[in-house]
């Protein structure tokens, strides 16, 4: 970050504290809805949200090491390779939320079309439960390089600090819609990710298998051809349940599920196929040994 980033960061600290907000408003409506749950009849896995609750905790810790900077130390470099430089702001912060949500379309879409990239964000889709406790449902390990999706962004002129508070705030957007307590919100659905076009993006049914990768913007699907509207009942989870609350193994199970695979392969492209391809392939040989 260059010096006069940092001296606007301190002149104008209101970004921080909206973020700062922004993060204790959704702290404050996942603590309400889970109390709201507990004193009513709804049906809710309490060892599940114990074990989100686990996840983010482990999270918040590992964020205050590297893990929490390297995205900034590791888009410095290509900043200096760029000609571009775009000032800041409050049009060009609009402009940053726009493209760090165009930017997390894709980086969300890439994560569930090539099985290395699904092994972390599987940690995100495999609760059988629905409520804002998901939201906090995040791998150990997305922090170290999901910042790579960022450079196209840095390239064009954003700053590291731009980027990267641009896709943290698409992020904590999406905190609120993951709850079954808020119904269809007619044309808005069409337009925005709100919480009926995100459960069917959870959903493990058949017609809604990756449908709706929009952050804030559900109209980049629209634009793409992913976008699909709430219409049966949502079975929430992975096509192959994990069947788990341990913290530690909901993080590392698709890992080892690729390990094993990638054991069983009997030529270095069938390994590199398993590990980079798609989420279904397999060597035919698998089928004739099982």
Same mark, same amino acid.
């Given at each position: 970050?260059?010096?006069?980033? *940092? ?21 404050? *409506? ?10 009513? @009849? ?14 983010? @905790? *482990?999270?918040?810790? =590992? ?17 200096? =390779? ?22 997390y379309y894709w980086m969300h879409r890439?994560?569930?079309? #090539? ?16 409520? =804002?406790?998901?939201?906090? +449902? ?40 993951? @709850?079954? #307590? ?43 051809? @992913? ?30 599920? *690729? ?6 392969? +009997?030529?270095?492209?069938?390994? =590199? +196929? ?17």
């Amino acid at each position: 970050m260059k010096l006069k980033e *940092i001296i606007y960061l301190f002149e104008n600290a209101s970004i921080v504290q909206y973020i700062g907000l922004f993060f204790v408003f959704n702290m404050s *409506i996942i603590f309400i809805e889970t109390v709201i749950d507990f004193f009513s @009849t709804k049906k809710r896995r309490w060892k599940d949200t114990g074990a989100n609750i686990a996840i983010f @905790t *482990i999270n918040q810790l =590992l964020e205050k090491t590297i893990i929490g900077s390297i995205g900034i130390v590791a888009l410095v470099p290509f900043q200096w =390779l760029s000609p571009l430089e775009i000032p800041m702001n409050i049009w060009t912060w609009i402009l940053t939320i726009f493209v760090a949500d165009f930017t997390y379309y894709w980086m969300h879409r890439l994560e569930h079309e #090539h099985r290395i990239l699904w092994a972390h964000h599987s940690v995100h889709h495999s609760s059988e439960d629905y409520n =804002l406790t998901i939201s906090m +449902r995040l791998s150990f390990v997305e922090g170290l390089f999901e910042w790579i999706f960022l450079i196209p962004m840095i390239l064009i002129g954003f700053s590291p600090f731009q980027a990267i508070v641009g896709l943290v705030l698409v992020a904590q957007y999406q905190t609120w819609i993951h @709850t079954e #307590h808020i119904k269809s919100l007619g044309w808005l659905d069409e337009v925005f990710n709100t919480p009926s076009t995100h459960r069917i993006h959870h959903g493990s049914n058949k017609k809604y298998l990756d449908k709706n990768y929009g952050g804030i913007l559900i109209i980049w699907d629209r634009l793409f051809g @992913t976008f699909e509207r709430e219409k049966e009942k949502v079975t929430y989870g992975l096509t192959k349940n994990i069947n788990t609350n341990n913290p530690i193994l909901i993080n590392c199970i698709e890992y080892i599920n *690729i390990w094993k695979e990638v054991k069983k392969c +009997r030529n270095p492209k069938d390994k =590199l +196929r398993i590990i980079f391809g798609n989420l279904i392939w397999k060597p035919e040989y698998f089928e004739k040994n099982n």
